[in-house]
């Protein structure tokens, strides 16, 4: 699992952006709260973020021609499989959404797609 540095999001490609997809979607869902390195900063915050930062790669989504399932424009929605949050805590928007998306991760995505042979010009 890995949350793309958010800048990255317009220039993913499709295979990287529907993963983003499902990965939101999972931590959001009862992956929340589960232990996995690359991901455990999330869990420091609000679910909000989370579904702030989604909401990023919802937006590219539909921008592409994409049909994603507008119950992930609830912030309390949490899957299908997954009881809604009765209360949530609402922070604002920040840029980045996570302190640790700084420049140090954003070279580090860029090192990882580069490895699976994904160049990006940003």
């Given amino acids: ?3 793309w540095h958010q800048k990255l999001i ?3 490609p499709r295979q990287q952006l529907l993963g983003q997809h499902r990965e939101c ?3 959001r869902g009862n992956g929340w709260g ?3 390195a690359t991901v455990n900063y999330v869990f420091k915050y609000s679910p909000y973020k989370l579904f702030q930062f989604h909401m990023i790669v919802i937006k590219e989504m539909k ?3 994409y049909n994603p ?3 992930w ?3 309390f929605f949490r899957g299908k499989k997954c009881l809604k949050y009765s209360e949530l805590e609402c922070v604002p928007l920040k840029d980045p959404i996570y302190p640790e998306h700084d420049e140090d991760y954003l070279k580090s995505c860029l090192l990882n797609l580069k490895n699976k042979g994904i160049e990006l010009s940003l």
């Fill in 69 to 71: 399932d507008m119950q």
């Fill in 34 to 36: 589960r232990p996995h």
């Fill in 10 to 12: 317009p220039f993913l």
């Fill in 63 to 65: 921008k592409r021609g």
């Fill in 1 to 3: 699992m890995r949350l």
């Fill in 73 to 75: 424009a609830d912030p």
């Fill in 25 to 27: 979607a999972a931590l």
